[in-house]
């Protein structure tokens, strides 16, 4: 069975551009879930989605914005990049009917904004 | 304020050492996981504790939970070079909303 799967694995923008990530979560997970992590340290939880609705977002600025789309694959968007915003985003997907809920990661993907 | 509060932030050993690794909070959890990240790569779980004083063993390292379910540790018996990673504690809150700890980075030293 396939993993979360994040594409890209990394990517280069400047300050001011836009950044789309993107996310396929396991095969019957219906929530996924965005979270940002910078210089190795803990995860800052991003945005959640579940059943293609916004469950509930972070501490961020609107410009981190996104989606969950039918097949439950999710984007998540950045727009009017800054220096701050180089980090490994990570995508974690669950099944929402599981009780003692357990998140599966994908590798992640490096954004670097200079 | 982080909802979970690791402590050591960072742990430098030598092979052959045991340590204990921290994970609390004021929240009542339904349950805790515990990951491990190796550099460049996504969090892997490691276990689930579900009942409140359990104890789960996974060869060298044993987790446990508090009675009240507020707090878990992370006992590491004979460390060694491959345990060196960002340890990582997490529970779900608010239906399925998860919170992760602020992350315990270890070192082991041959």
């Known amino acids: 069975e396939a993993g979360v799967t994040q594409s890209p694995t990394h990517l280069i923008k400047t300050r001011g551009q836009q950044a789309t990530l993107r996310c396929s979560p396991i095969?019957?997970?219906?929530?996924v879930y965005w979270y940002q992590q910078a210089l190795g340290l803990g995860l800052q939880f991003l945005l959640w989605?579940?059943?293609?609705?916004?469950?509930n977002r972070g501490n961020f600025p609107p410009r981190f914005s996104g989606r969950q789309f039918p097949n439950y694959s999710s984007e998540l968007n950045v727009n009017a990049l800054e220096l701050e915003d180089s980090a490994l985003y990570l995508c974690?997907?669950?099944?929402?009917?599981?009780?003692?809920?357990?998140?599966?990661f994908g590798e992640g993907s490096r954004l670097t904004v200079l | 304020t982080q909802l979970l509060e690791q402590s050591p932030q960072f742990l430098s050993i030598q092979e052959g050492e045991n340590l204990t690794v921290y994970c609390n909070s004021s929240?009542?959890?339904?349950?805790l996981q515990w990951y491990r990240q190796e550099p460049g790569e996504g969090p892997v779980l490691l276990v689930t504790?579900?009942?409140?004083?359990e104890v789960k063993k996974l060869k060298r390292l044993t987790f446990q939970f508090g009675d009240a379910r507020k707090d878990s540790s992370l006992h590491i018996t004979a460390a060694q070079p491959g345990d060196t990673g960002l340890y990582l504690c997490?529970?779900?809150?608010?239906?399925?909303?998860?919170?992760f700890g602020t992350g315990t980075s270890l070192t082991v030293i041959p």
């Open positions: 974690a997907s669950s099944h929402r009917g599981r009780v003692t809920g357990e998140l599966f």
């Open positions: 095969s019957g997970h219906t929530s």
């Open positions: 989605y579940d059943e293609g609705e916004e469950r």
């Open positions: 929240s009542v959890f339904s349950s």
């Open positions: 504790v579900v009942t409140g004083g």
């Open positions: 997490a529970g779900p809150l608010d239906g399925n909303q998860f919170y």
